[in-house]
């Protein structure tokens, strides 16, 4: 094992080296030799954005916390930093003791955006290991992916051994404890520790499934190699919220996000038809009041930080918001800034957001997302004009200057009387805003282009096309400029990329690799972002990219993402689709009658008294249960 040596006169010669030193308070740092498993967190982005993701400090904070069980952290180097690593010979090394990341058991990424597909291309090979999962064997770590961008795979087939499906709490427990049982009983060829690793719930094995395509190019059917495999490999999900995390690493540069946070809800229930997350991370779990305040004064006696974020994909939807709030109010009194980073469009959210403001009131953000009421009941996003405007009024009238509001272009049955009704709901609000703070009042209005995401509704939508967002988005600018609102937008091409790989099978893997080959990286970021040579990536590799961004499948095609079940069932967003082109709404089913989606029934225990119920009707025994991380069975359950 090496440990890579000469770093610190590195340092000084590339920006912020406070991404890649180590050494930060809460960073934990292990005895290697006395290790039986090593696990490198890999974040492919810069250290800056990797930091503040949530998910690799949780699960970095489980591994470290079992006895002979080591974790440390890399991420993506900046471009200053990869030059000097290639023209010296520098190994990617881990944050916490400087080894090579080669030399880790397991490198496990976190897979947030597709814009980070080609840097993990890129750390494997700055690692010194194969990029091509095909060409890597037992003497080499094991890659695996997890977050939501793994619940569309096929993309990354041919780089990854292993993804983990669902919340990665349990999962990554499951995993780290097969490899340490597999590397004491002496190992074996690579094939057979992959077999093994499927038979743990949440885990798929993208080689040991086949994908078979029509003459359209269509996928056919995505078929498992051998019997035994389910045809459907079901993701993970907890019954409860783990512990909070409440000491975590604290970095010496600033990050995106740099202050406490708390997972205060998972899961969302709204139901808005274009949004990947409100699907895939059901069913809704909440965090009590009182583990919330407690959290946080281990948090702020862990940190010293004295901003706290409580994340949720609605804030205000957790069912005693108000309670924690006044629980916090009541423990910091105004020492503490809350941030609430994901609020409804409504009377309540501004209630809310006056409970938490303690130094002074500037900004407040709403996500109305849509220009009239007519399309946003057909995206399901249930909120009027009147219920804005109301809003609006009550965050003016109680001191706030600058209201931001989100929308998207380009979504499904989208008019340019849609587009007009942006403009006219920012006039109002700027309106609003003058009554009271006169010129002081600040509107701004920013947009994204809708991408037809995995496991969506959508799914069966197009993309719009570059021209047709382009042509909103200078509407947009021109007619906001008039009326005194700054606007900002997305580039369409830069979403075009991201709607293909989104959507994309096992065959963009090779433009995933050519477009490496051709120095692409840190696609998400404008600086190094570059169309013409994704297009060259893709004529040279056959890929049409319209045809994965522009292409409406039909109602019963097959996805490239069909055999990964994610709990909620095919015919519930099929049918969610077809209310769509009805513009029916469906109501949220926290505050309403279930709506039947199919998540409800998908943990380990129904499935298999399911399973037991059919094996019965067939006058068969019940499935054996003992020694099973789970199920093979339940994933053949309808």
């Known amino acids: 094992m090496t440990i890579v040596r000469g770093l610190d006169a590195v340092f000084p010669r590339v920006q912020k080296p406070a991404r890649y030193t180590g050494g930060e308070w809460n960073s934990v740092v292990k005895d290697w030799d006395a290790a039986d498993v090593r696990v490198a967190f890999a974040y492919p982005d810069l250290y800056d954005i990797g930091m503040s993701n949530m998910g690799i400090g ?76 095909a060409e890597r064997d037992e003497r080499h770590p094991l890659v695996i992916c997890g977050g939501s961008g793994a619940l569309n795979p096929d993309a990354l087939a041919d780089f990854v051994d292993v993804f983990c499906l669902g919340d990665g709490e349990e999962t990554i427990v499951d995993v780290v404890d097969f490899v340490r049982d597999w590397k004491a009983q002496g190992g074996g060829p690579r094939d057979e520790m992959l077999r093994r690793l499927q038979k743990i719930w949440g885990v798929y094995v993208p080689r040991f499934y086949e994908p078979t395509y029509n003459a359209d190019g269509s996928i056919k059917s995505i078929e498992p190699e051998e019997a035994w495999l389910p045809r459907k490999v079901t993701k993970r999900f907890v019954q409860e919220l783990p512990p909070p995390l409440t000491n975590p690493i604290v970095p010496y540069l600033q990050t995106v996000h740099d202050r406490m946070a708390i997972e205060i809800q998972r899961g969302c229930t709204q139901g808005c038809r274009f949004c990947q997350a409100g699907i895939i991370y059901r069913p809704r779990l909440e965090r009590s009041p009182e583990e919330v305040v407690c959290a946080a004064r281990e948090l702020r006696a862990n940190t010293g930080y004295d901003e706290l974020s409580l994340v949720s994909l609605s804030t205000t939807d957790h069912s005693r918001i108000v309670e924690i709030v006044e629980g916090l109010r009541r423990d910091f009194g105004d020492t503490l800034t809350i941030a609430l980073p994901s609020m409804r469009v409504d009377s309540f959210s501004v209630r809310i957001s006056e409970l938490v403001a303690s130094r002074g009131k500037h900004n407040i953000t709403f996500a109305p997302e849509a220009g009239t009421e007519r399309l946003r009941m057909t995206i399901n996003k249930i909120v009027t004009d009147a219920d804005l405007y109301t809003a609006v009024d009550n965050a ?241 359950v309808s």
């Open 396 to 636: 003016f009238a109680q001191g706030w200057t600058n209201v931001k509001m989100y929308f998207m272009v380009g979504q499904p049955t989208e008019t340019h009387e849609d587009i007009e009704g942006i403009v006219t709901l920012a006039r109002r609000v700027r309106e609003i805003g003058r009554g009271y703070h006169g010129g002081r009042a600040r509107v701004r209005v920013s947009t994204s282009n809708f991408i037809p995401k995995a496991h969506t509704p959508f799914q069966w939508a197009s993309q719009a096309r570059p021209d047709v967002l382009r042509q909103r988005h200078l509407y947009l600018r021109d007619a906001l400029k008039k009326i005194g609102v700054q606007f900002t937008w997305e580039d369409p091409e830069h979403s075009l990329l991201e709607a293909v790989l989104s959507r994309g099978d096992r065959r963009l893997g090779k433009a995933i690799h050519r477009a490496w080959q051709l120095g692409s990286r840190f696609d998400a970021w404008h600086e190094h972002y570059d169309w013409p040579r994704w297009l060259r990536a893709f004529e040279e590799t056959g890929i049409d990219p319209e045809f994965y961004a522009y292409r409406e499948p039909g109602l019963f095609d097959p996805f490239p993402w069909s055999h990964i079940n994610i709990g909620v069932t095919e015919s519930y967003l099929r049918a969610e689709w077809m209310r769509t082109l009805k513009q029916q709404t469906t109501p949220d089913c926290h505050k309403q009658p279930c709506n039947v989606c199919g998540v409800q029934n998908q943990n380990a225990e129904d499935c298999l008294n399911r399973f037991d119920l059919r094996l019965a009707a067939q006058g068969k025994a019940p499935a054996n249960r003992e020694g099973l991380i789970r199920p093979i069975e339940m994933f053949s």
């Open 58 to 133: 949780i699960l970095y904070d489980i591994v470290n916390r079992r006895d002979g069980m080591l974790a440390e952290r890399v991420f993506a180097p900046w471009s200053d930093m990869e030059a000097i690593m290639r023209a010296e010979g520098i190994p990617l090394w881990s944050l916490e003791s400087r080894h090579r990341v080669r030399d880790f058991d397991i490198i496990g990424f976190s897979l947030s955006y597709e814009g980070t597909y080609t840097n993990i291309l890129n750390m494997l090979d700055l690692a010194g290991l194969p990029v091509l999962a």
